[in-house]
């Protein structure tokens, strides 16, 4: 199964992800200050960040470029999971927090509450922090996709209703007495494991996890889509009703790719958080999910990789460009809205591979991004 | 004690007649002057003066801020600086001079010269001739329910012409009964007159006699308290009932526009928000001219606005059909994706030109204020939106079943390739239906003006509420719109009181979520095979 995932492409992926893990850090943590080698250490963060939406805009790519759900709301899950990590980053300050108190987090003390709500137990152990990183987005996925693939919604209501889902998770977590943080979110991290978030070695630490998982969830979407459920998939994408007349159970493999993605989702919020340093609500808005579809079509859908470069590139665009002309950034992200689905349905990569196809007059990869035959 | 005697006998006889010799300044000064008793009558004798200012004077001292200069035996008003004390004329209210607390003596009054004092100024508004400060007394009277007002309120009721005042006096004596030592049935009787009005004061009054010693008029109180009650919820199920109307309204208007263009092309437009966002500016640009050049016009505002807007949100939406959407057909994913970036270019365009700030946008005369039924406000710019987006709808309506293109849209919703087979344009239609809807959203905004902030982000935060209504509703035709809209307005305005206005939000969200299980495609979906596409 391994053996078939590996493919150059793969291979050259993998091999990328983990030089990125020695050397980035080296750069930082090594190199003389001042030299042309050296990184800063805020550009440590800044790349484990760019890695996380990299790993979020695959979980993406997994659902719409290789089964055709397009969720509009799966910041939802990367929010679900970044919270689940703050949670226990939050239990960790312990007593060091601005009212000192042991057990409870300030924003608690601040509103006067007296203990700690119920689903604030066990987050003192990383390890349920983890499991409930993988769990939370998971179950809400399945509840989610259970109720929604069973009544067969497709196509734009799907969408939709995907972003009442994480709209409604927006106003509800805004919430002060919800006891997550309100409208403040969940900040003022102190440490992870002992090891103190500010200093450059945690902050290395945490971007080679960031590149690790990113290499693991990108392996294990490459084995999901070379099996033989990732072929189902693909005839599911293209013709639903088709599969499903051929005797395939079209919202189990639905219902199973899509708690795969919320979870990998959830991962990568799990790691997003203690590199930026805050959780707040603003994760769960729709804009944002929606943002996260502009990185994959941008890369190109379908296939993989694309996802990986359409996160790092847009957002590397959007760190360069709000630094040159701040907030009309935002004209340049309608645009490219507009101009990737008009002009660049298959994305960079896929643009890129259709030209090398068209030297070598190989027949294309189908992505999907072109109208299929009818069902 | 016969001197004493003589003494009181003499100033019982001789102080009213000298009172109502006396002008109120000379009253002033004798404020100070005995004891308590004394005060009492020189307290009635200024209110039975009839000067405009004794009022400010008697408030003064009921308020503890009446003072005597020791210097120069002056009676002065006070208010307190810090330490000091700033001084004023009782009468003119010019300021004096600033003394110390030592240099000046305070006029003393007790809780019966409290008394006295309330019941003269309650007596002197009660007679005033203006009939607003009588029907304020009448309140006033209410809110302390003093006994010792009974006679006065008698001697007004006599002498009021007044329908309106005369039955606030009356309740007022009714409140100042409860609080007498008066026979039972006295008290009854002033239970069912205060029953007919049932708001807080009187039922705090009741509450109190329902909890009081004597049975039988506690048992009268209990009674009149429950049919309180249930006037209260009636009352409170018909304001939900018209507040979850008003709010249907607004979402339908957002909405119609969507579900149109969603019918027939099958497409969601994601900068529907920012459509009636444009009508909204619209709006406001319309009243900065009109303010500049022609304020007398203001009235007209909205309907100058109305046309404009429908014609600016239309244009700019057929812009979008004909340059985006009629390239992605087939694609209604990308299409979403590409309206999206429109949506974002729009917002930021609006903030550049404008500015991020609320705008202001004025109600006009006509739709300002608002009028009771019953125990219900009904706001006038509510009640102008309701209707107006009746009428829109009313149109929208004709233009579909009564005009050619209406019939085309239809065609095209139903079956394109029929539709298409038949010789109708269906890209052509499609642009119009664009720009209809567009022109609706730009309708909306106008009416949205009137409720709502106009900001860059007024688009965002109704097109979550747009697509629900859209989905819940189905797009077969615009009844759907209709219903959806003004069953999601009324089931979230009745959630609110329980769950409070975000609660509310999040559990008509889930429900619609839980609702598109069992109907896919909405209430009023579409029947055919056709429709699957």
Same mark, same amino acid.
């Given at each position: 199964?391994?053996?078939?995932?590996?493919?150059?492409?793969?291979?050259?992926?993998?091999?990328?992800?983990?030089?990125?893990?020695?050397?980035?850090?080296?750069?930082?943590?090594?190199?003389?200050?001042?030299?042309?080698?050296?990184?800063?250490?805020?550009?440590?963060?800044?790349?484990?960040?760019?890695?996380?939406?990299?790993?979020?805009?695959? /979980?993406?790519?997994?659902?719409?470029?290789?089964?055709?759900?397009?969720?509009?709301?799966?910041?939802?899950?990367?929010?679900?999971?970044?919270?689940?990590?703050?949670?226990?980053?939050?239990?960790?300050?312990?007593?060091?927090? =601005?009212?000192?108190?042991?057990?409870?987090?300030?924003?608690?003390?601040?509103?006067?509450?007296?203990?700690?709500?119920?689903?604030?137990?066990?987050?003192?152990?990383?390890?349920?922090?983890?499991?409930?990183?993988?769990?939370?987005?998971?179950?809400?996925?399945?509840?989610?996709?259970?109720?929604?693939?069973?009544?067969?919604?497709?196509? =734009?209501?799907?969408?939709?209703?995907?972003?009442?889902?994480?709209?409604?998770?927006?106003?509800?977590?805004?919430?002060?007495?919800?006891?997550?943080?309100?409208?403040?979110?969940?900040?003022?991290?102190?440490?992870?494991?002992?090891?103190?978030?500010?200093?450059?070695?945690?902050?290395?630490?945490?971007?080679?996890?960031?590149?690790?998982?990113?290499?693991?969830?990108?392996?294990?979407?490459?084995?999901?889509?070379?099996?033989?459920?990732?072929?189902?998939?693909?005839?599911?994408?293209?013709?639903?009703?088709?599969?499903?007349?051929?005797?395939?159970?079209?919202?189990?493999?639905?219902?199973?790719?899509?708690?795969?993605?919320?979870?990998?989702?959830?991962?990568?919020?799990?790691?997003?958080?203690?590199?930026?340093?805050?959780?707040?609500?603003?994760?769960?808005?729709?804009?944002?999910?929606?943002?996260?579809?502009?990185?994959?079509?941008?890369?190109?859908?379908?296939?993989?990789?694309?996802?990986?470069?359409?996160?790092?590139?847009?957002?590397?665009?959007?760190?360069?460009?709000?630094?040159?002309?701040?907030?009309?950034?935002?004209?340049?992200?309608?645009?490219?809205?507009?101009?990737?689905?008009?002009?660049?349905?298959?994305?960079?990569?896929?643009?890129?591979?259709?030209?090398? +196809?068209?030297? /070598?007059?190989?027949?294309?990869?189908?992505?999907?991004?072109?109208?299929?035959?009818?069902? | 004690?016969?001197?004493?005697?003589?003494?009181?006998?003499?100033?019982?006889?001789?102080?009213?007649?000298?009172?109502?010799?006396?002008?109120?300044?000379?009253?002033?000064?004798?404020?100070?002057?005995?004891?308590?008793?004394?005060?009492?009558?020189?307290?009635?004798?200024?209110?039975?003066?009839?000067?405009?200012?004794?009022?400010? =004077?008697?408030?003064?001292?009921?308020?503890?801020?009446?003072?005597?200069?020791?210097?120069?035996?002056?009676?002065?008003?006070?208010?307190?600086?810090?330490?000091?004390?700033?001084?004023?004329?009782?009468?003119?209210?010019?300021?004096?001079?600033?003394?110390?607390?030592?240099?000046?003596?305070?006029?003393?009054?007790?809780?019966?010269?409290?008394?006295?004092?309330?019941?003269?100024?309650?007596?002197?508004?009660?007679?005033?001739?203006?009939?607003?400060?009588?029907?304020?007394?009448?309140?006033?009277?209410?809110?302390?329910?003093?006994?010792?007002?009974?006679?006065?309120?008698?001697?007004?009721?006599?002498?009021?012409?007044?329908?309106?005042?005369?039955?606030?006096?009356?309740?007022?004596?009714?409140?100042?009964?409860?609080?007498?030592?008066?026979?039972?049935?006295?008290?009854?009787?002033?239970?069912?007159?205060?029953?007919?009005?049932?708001?807080?004061?009187?039922?705090?009054?009741?509450?109190?006699?329902?909890?009081?010693?004597?049975?039988?008029?506690?048992?009268?109180?209990?009674?009149?308290?429950?049919?309180?009650?249930?006037?209260?919820?009636?009352?409170?199920?018909?304001?939900?009932?018209?507040?979850?109307?008003?709010?249907?309204?607004?979402?339908?208007?957002?909405?119609?526009?969507?579900?149109?263009?969603?019918?027939?092309?099958?497409?969601?437009?994601?900068?529907?928000?920012?459509?009636?966002?444009?009508?909204?500016? &619209? &709006?406001?640009?319309?009243?900065?001219?009109?303010?500049?050049?022609?304020?007398?016009?203001?009235?007209?505002?909205?309907?100058?606005?109305?046309?404009?807007?429908?014609?600016?949100?239309?244009?700019?939406? =057929?812009?979008?059909?004909?340059?985006?959407?009629?390239?992605?057909?087939?694609?209604?994913?990308?299409?979403?994706?590409?309206?999206?970036?429109? /949506?974002?270019?729009?917002?930021?365009?609006? +903030?550049?030109?404008?500015?991020?700030?609320?705008?202001?946008?004025?109600?006009?005369?006509?739709?300002?204020?608002?009028?009771?039924?019953?125990?219900?406000?009904? &706001?006038?710019?509510?009640?102008?939106?309701?209707?107006?987006?009746?009428?829109?709808?009313?149109?929208?309506?004709?233009?579909?079943?009564?005009?050619?293109?209406?019939?085309?849209?239809?065609?095209?919703?139903?079956?394109? +390739?029929?539709?298409?087979?038949?010789?109708?344009?269906?890209?052509?239609?499609?642009?119009?239906?664009?720009?209809?809807?567009?022109?609706?959203?730009?309708?909306?905004?106008?009416?949205?003006?009137?409720?709502?902030?106009?900001?860059?982000?007024? @688009?965002?935060?109704?097109?979550?509420?747009?697509?629900?209504?859209?989905?819940? @509703?189905?797009?077969?035709?615009?009844?759907?719109?209709?219903?959806?809209?003004?069953?999601?307005?009324?089931?979230?305005?009745?959630?609110?009181?329980?769950?409070?206005?975000?609660?509310?939000?999040?559990?008509?969200?889930?429900?619609?979520?839980?609702?598109?299980? +069992?109907?896919?495609?909405?209430?009023?979906?579409?029947?055919?095979?056709?429709?699957?596409?």
């Amino acid at each position: 199964m391994i053996r078939g995932a590996l493919d150059l492409r793969t291979k050259g992926v993998l091999l990328v992800l983990i030089a990125l893990a020695v050397f980035v850090p080296a750069a930082n943590l090594y190199a003389e200050q001042g030299s042309s080698l050296h990184l800063p250490s805020f550009a440590v963060a800044l790349f484990g960040k760019y890695l996380c939406y990299a790993l979020l805009a695959l /979980s993406v790519d997994l659902i719409w470029g290789y089964c055709g759900i397009l969720s509009l709301g799966h910041g939802a899950f990367f929010a679900l999971g970044g919270y689940a990590m703050g949670m226990h980053l939050m239990r960790e300050i312990g007593p060091r927090g =601005v009212y000192g108190d042991p057990v409870l987090p300030d924003f608690m003390v601040f509103l006067n509450w007296q203990e700690l709500p119920w689903f604030w137990y066990g987050f003192d152990q990383f390890w349920f922090a983890c499991l409930m990183v993988l769990l939370v987005p998971g179950t809400l996925a399945f509840i989610f996709g259970w109720f929604a693939f069973r009544s067969r919604v497709t196509g =734009v209501y799907l969408s939709i209703i995907t972003q009442a889902m994480t709209y409604a998770l927006l106003l509800a977590f805004f919430r002060n007495d919800m006891g997550f943080g309100g409208n403040n979110g969940l900040t003022d991290f102190k440490d992870v494991l002992g090891f103190d978030l500010r200093s450059d070695n945690t902050r290395a630490g945490l971007f080679v996890a960031s590149a690790l998982s990113l290499a693991v969830g990108y392996l294990i979407c490459r084995i999901v889509v070379t099996s033989r459920a990732g072929k189902v998939l693909v005839s599911v994408r293209d013709a639903e009703s088709r599969a499903r007349f051929l005797g395939y159970r079209v919202e189990g493999y639905k219902l199973f790719v899509f708690v795969l993605s919320a979870m990998l989702a959830g991962v990568a919020g799990a790691l997003y958080v203690p590199q930026v340093g805050i959780i707040n609500p603003g994760e769960f808005s729709p804009a944002k999910s929606i943002e996260i579809v502009i990185w994959v079509a941008v890369g190109g859908r379908g296939l993989l990789l694309g996802a990986v470069i359409g996160a790092i590139l847009v957002n590397v665009a959007k760190t360069l460009l709000t630094g040159l002309i701040a907030e009309d950034w935002i004209f340049v992200l309608g645009a490219m809205f507009v101009c990737v689905t008009l002009f660049l349905p298959r994305g960079v990569l896929g643009g890129l591979d259709l030209l090398g +196809r068209k030297v /070598s007059k190989a027949p294309a990869i189908p992505t999907g991004a072109k109208p299929q035959a009818a069902e | 004690m016969l001197l004493r005697l003589l003494t009181v006998l003499f100033f019982a006889v001789c102080l009213p007649a000298y009172a109502a010799a006396q002008s109120l300044e000379e009253l002033i000064i004798e404020l100070p002057e005995g004891k308590y008793d004394d005060r009492a009558k020189v307290i009635e004798a200024i209110g039975a003066t009839g000067d405009a200012r004794a009022l400010g =004077v008697l408030e003064a001292l009921g308020a503890g801020a009446l003072m005597q200069v020791k210097k120069t035996d002056a009676v002065v008003r006070v208010e307190k600086d810090g330490k000091n004390f700033n001084t004023f004329d009782p009468l003119t209210g010019d300021a004096i001079e600033t003394l110390k607390k030592r240099a000046l003596r305070k006029i003393k009054i007790n809780n019966k010269l409290r008394r006295v004092i309330a019941a003269t100024v309650g007596s002197m508004t009660l007679m005033s001739p203006d009939p607003e400060r009588r029907m304020e007394a009448a309140e006033q009277a209410l809110k302390t329910g003093d006994p010792e007002q009974i006679s006065a309120l008698d001697a007004a009721i006599a002498a009021e012409q007044d329908d309106d005042v005369k039955e606030a006096f009356l309740d007022a004596r009714a409140a100042a009964v409860m609080n007498a030592d008066l026979p039972v049935a006295e008290k009854i009787a002033a239970i069912e007159r205060l029953n007919r009005r049932a708001d807080d004061q009187v039922l705090s009054i009741l509450t109190a006699a329902a909890n009081g010693d004597n049975a039988e008029v506690a048992v009268a109180a209990t009674e009149a308290l429950e049919a309180a009650e249930n006037e209260r919820m009636f009352w409170g199920f018909g304001q939900n009932v018209w507040y979850g109307l008003s709010l249907g309204s607004v979402l339908m208007l957002a909405a119609i526009g969507l579900a149109i263009s969603f019918g027939v092309m099958g497409v969601i437009n994601m900068a529907h928000g920012e459509l009636v966002m444009l009508g909204a500016y &619209t &709006t406001f640009a319309v009243q900065e001219v009109i303010r500049a050049s022609a304020p007398e016009m203001f009235g007209w505002s909205l309907v100058i606005a109305a046309p404009l807007a429908f014609l600016v949100s239309g244009s700019v939406g =057929v812009g979008i059909e004909r340059g985006i959407c009629r390239y992605l057909y087939g694609r209604p994913l990308e299409t979403l994706l590409a309206t999206w970036g429109v /949506s974002l270019i729009l917002q930021q365009a609006v +903030r550049r030109i404008f500015g991020p700030t609320n705008k202001e946008v004025g109600n006009p005369d006509w739709m300002s204020g608002a009028f009771e039924l019953g125990q219900l406000t009904i &706001t006038y710019n509510r009640l102008w939106i309701l209707l107006f987006a009746l009428i829109v709808f009313a149109l929208l309506l004709m233009v579909l079943k009564q005009t050619p293109m209406g019939l085309q849209m239809r065609a095209v919703t139903q079956n394109r +390739r029929m539709a298409e087979a038949m010789g109708i344009r269906s890209g052509w239609v499609d642009s119009m239906t664009f720009g209809l809807g567009a022109g609706v959203a730009g309708l909306a905004g106008v009416a949205l003006s009137q409720i709502d902030n106009v900001s860059p982000n007024l @688009g965002q935060s109704y097109i979550v509420d747009s697509f629900m209504v859209v989905v819940f @509703g189905g797009v077969g035709n615009l009844w759907g719109a209709l219903a959806g809209a003004f069953s999601l307005g009324i089931v979230n305005k009745f959630l609110e009181p329980y769950a409070g206005a975000v609660l509310a939000k999040v559990l008509v969200l889930v429900f619609i979520i839980l609702f598109i299980q +069992r109907r896919p495609r909405g209430l009023f979906a579409l029947k055919g095979r056709a429709v699957e596409q």
